[in-house]
């Protein structure tokens, strides 16, 4: 108890207080159950809805205008990364550069002017404005607590007066509390009903004056920038004006690495699948006679050549080997390079055994127009009249439209190959289908 003393804490004072904690919790719970009255004041509940509206809508300000801030000061370390960027790449001798570098100081100076009024005249002052409420939300609560003592004593008080048997010493001491815990509950409450209302009719001219500032401020804020912006515009176009015109050339430094001259013999194709048409063998070993004195026998003669063409085509084929011959000849014996000689020998392309010469004779027989062949790899079931009915595996010979615009995207023409084959008739079997349920075979 002694230590209780020394902090200024009496036993009595917390036996009072519990007092008070059990006499209000059985006050409520009777209000509760309606075996007791409640003290009810309308006004004065429509003002505490009032303030705990104004209150969340405060907050929400709060939050939002710190974001707001937050992003502000993001869009200056942006913009100062970029202004130096700018610096970084213009190179000292182009002009303007000084006018470049006080433009990008200026525009860290503007932003963190900016950034710091916003602070001052709208975040501190929403700061002052919400430091209000806590202490009023902490008086309404009491209030309330004073409310209940109010009830308490009311109940108490009447309680001993309808009594059978009166006790005039305890009807004067429960008068005499009921008294005491009316006026402080008055006193509390007619303070309140003052201050809300005029706490709740103050939020307008706040709201207008923090959004007012803050429009003024950007409004400011943008026209010295937009000022910034427009120097800095004039400054590059004075620098494009004088370098419009001008070549920059790109020096190609020499290097020890650089390769030889590549041979002009044919190279394979990426995928190592041998060249076709026409097809050609390249032979490292010394010259032969016999590649010089027939060379017209390696040119296969077409069947639409004339043979004069043909002829003349040899003798010039056999020029050029012969040229080429000469030439590497020369080249071995001067010992110039240490690669072996080279020789391209040509010899007709064949597919399957057959000289690809006959390619035209196998194009005959195709459809006219005939561009290349696809094969089946789904089976397509025919949704119109003008469309090809397709199994897995069907080979169809693809043929232009005869008016290209009527081709949709992803659809092809064409006409099977079993049917061309059997009919000829190209009116009859041709159709559409779609691109990509059949795969491309040549």
């Known amino acids: 108890m002694a230590e209780l003393g020394s902090k200024g804490v009496t036993a009595g004072k917390i036996a009072s207080n519990v007092q008070k904690k059990l006499t209000r919790a059985q006050e409520k719970v009777l209000q509760k159950l309606g075996k007791a009255d409640e003290t009810k004041d309308e006004q004065f509940e429509q003002c505490v809805q009032n303030f705990n509206k104004q209150l969340s809508e405060g907050t929400r ?10 992003s502000v000061k993001a869009m200056h370390e942006a913009s100062k990364k970029l202004t130096e960027c700018l ?20 525009n860290d100076l503007l932003w963190t002017d900016f950034h710091q009024k ?13 430091g209000q409420f806590p202490d009023i939300k902490s008086r309404i609560a009491k209030r309330g607590r004073k409310l209940v003592d109010y009830d308490s004593a009311r109940h108490h008080f009447e309680a001993l007066q309808t009594a059978k048997k009166k006790d005039e010493t305890k009807i004067a001491k429960a008068e005499e509390e009921l008294v005491k815990a009316q ?32 429009a003024g401020l950007e409004e400011n804020f943008h026209k ?15 620098l494009d004006k004088q370098y ?18 590549a041979n002009k013999s044919p190279s394979p194709p990426p995928d190592g699948s041998p060249i076709t048409s026409p097809e050609t063998k390249t032979v490292n070993h010394d010259l032969e006679p016999s590649t010089l004195e027939t060379p017209g026998a390696s040119i296969p003669k077409s069947p639409s050549q004339p043979a004069d063409a043909a002829h003349a085509g040899a003798e010039a084929a056999g020029s050029e080997a012969a040229a080429g011959a000469e030439a590497s000849k020369t080249d071995a014996d001067s010992g110039s390079s240490s690669l072996p000689a080279v020789v391209v020998e040509t010899f007709p392309a064949t597919v399957n055994g057959t000289v690809e ?14 561009l290349f062949k696809v094969q089946a ?10 469309e090809l009915q397709l199994k897995a595996g069907d080979v169809v010979l693809v043929i232009p439209f005869e008016n290209p615009e009527e081709q949709d995207e992803g659809w092809l023409m064409g006409v099977k190959e079993s049917d061309w084959i059997q009919r000829k008739e190209l009116d009859q079997c041709r159709g559409v289908f779609p691109e990509n349920f059949t795969e491309r075979v040549q």
């Open 357 to 370: 010469g006959g390619a035209s004779s196998e194009r005959a027989d195709m459809p006219p127009g005939f």
């Open 61 to 70: 300000l709060q939050k939002d205008l710190r974001t707001y801030l937050a």
């Open 377 to 386: 790899m789904h089976d397509y079931t025919a949704t119109d009249s003008d």
């Open 87 to 106: 610096q970084e790449v213009y190179e000292p001798d182009w002009p303007g550069r000084d006018d470049t570098n006080k433009i990008a100081e200026n």
């Open 118 to 130: 916003l602070v001052d005249q709208a975040l501190l002052t929403m700061d002052t404005y919400l």
């Open 224 to 238: 010295e920038m937009s000022k910034l912006n427009q120097n800095l515009h004039d400054v590059l176009l004075g």
């Open 244 to 261: 419009s015109g001008n070549a920059f050339p790109v020096k190609v430094q020499p290097s020890d690495s650089t390769p030889a001259k």
């Open 183 to 214: 006026k402080v509950f008055e006193e509390m409450n007619v303070d309140l009903q003052e201050e809300l209302p005029s706490l709740w009719n103050s939020r307008v001219g706040f709201y207008v004056n923090t959004f007012q500032s803050i």
